[in-house]
């Protein structure tokens, strides 16, 4: 695939994940060809998938040598369906785990956003020695904040659109996604809503798992020191949905970690500074 233009169409690809009591039927995106693999894990946001958080950051990693896989949480996008009555960090990890043994992947490296990042803590921490190296961005933990009212007004805007999927609350939440909402078209609008209306068994999937566990992302932090992988935190000062504190918290907890913070950035590091987030991540995943 290196050298010519990626599509989502091009690289989607489903595997079965069989866990126990999960039979799960689940898409991902197969980017790139490369002896080391970077796994990128979306956010929870209705409409989210691998190919909508990440577009920007899929090239620059393909290019200088990675395979890149998407992996499209049960729950969202072209996955199966799920009511979550546990912990949703734990559940996507348990799935990523029967995706990498599919592949036949001994180590990845993984890049996770928000919900995304709190699923790379539980999978590192169910399976330390798959780990390479984590991108926490905008997430890594549950757990409250000593500074910012919970749940944060981000989070709230997120739950009113799964309860109410229309274009008015999509803007509502997507306006405090980011810090600079000029980059906001209304093409990004559309195709953010028709994934989120594609797919209403998700959103009222969602909407059950949250009325059977308020708390799908539990607090990691006592556990936080038996991570030894090389970790960099990335987090947006402006950040409305998770508080920039968690990106503190898995800076004390996390032994081996460092913090970046981007000034004048909401949720959406990865897409409102890409380049410099790209050339980030390619640093510290090179060195
Ligand atoms: O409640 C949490 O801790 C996590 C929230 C999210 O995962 C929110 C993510 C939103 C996005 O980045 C998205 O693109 O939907």
Redesign the pocket.
């Known amino acids: 695939m290196t050298g010519t233009t990626l599509s989502e169409a091009s690289t989607s690809k489903f595997v079965r994940i069989q866990d126990g009591e999960l039979d799960l039927n689940i898409h991902y995106n197969d980017c790139g060809e490369g002896a080391e693999t970077v796994v990128m894990l ?4 209705p409409g ?1 998938s691998g190919w909508a ?1 990440f577009n920007r950051n899929i090239e620059p990693l393909v290019a200088a040598g990675y395979r890149v896989i998407l992996m499209d949480c049960p729950g969202w996008s072209k996955s199966d369906s799920i009511v979550c009555t546990g912990s949703r960090s734990d559940l996507n990890a348990r799935v990523l785990k029967g995706l990498v043994d599919a592949l036949e992947l001994d180590r990845v490296h993984i890049l996770g ?3 995304g990042g ?1 699923s790379a803590v539980a999978f590192a921490l169910a399976n330390p020695e798959r780990v390479g190296k984590l991108v926490l961005m905008g ?1 890594g933990t ?1 757990g409250a904040s000593p500074f910012t009212p919970m749940p944060t007004e981000g ?1 709230k805007l ?1 739950q009113g659109l799964y309860r109410e999927p229309t274009i008015d609350n999509l803007k509502k939440m997507m306006n405090v996604f980011v810090f600079d909402t000029s980059d906001l078209t209304e093409e990004l609008f559309q195709a953010r809503l028709d994934n989120m209306l594609n797919r209403r068994d998700h959103l009222e999937n969602f909407v059950k798992s949250l009325a059977a566990n308020p708390k799908q ?1 539990p607090d990691f932090s006592p556990r936080l020191a038996e991570i030894k992988a090389q970790t960099l935190v990335i987090w947006g000062s402006n950040d409305r ?2 508080p920039m504190d968690t990106g503190l918290r898995l800076l004390a907890g996390l032994p081996n970690a460092e913090l970046h913070v981007f000034n004048r950035c909401g ?2 590091a990865q897409w409102e500074h890409a380049d410099k987030f790209n050339r980030m991540v390619l640093d510290f995943l090179t060195h």
């Open positions: 979306h956010g929870s946001g989210a958080n956003n928000s919900m709190h997430g549950g989070i997120l992302f949905f998770v949720h959406w």
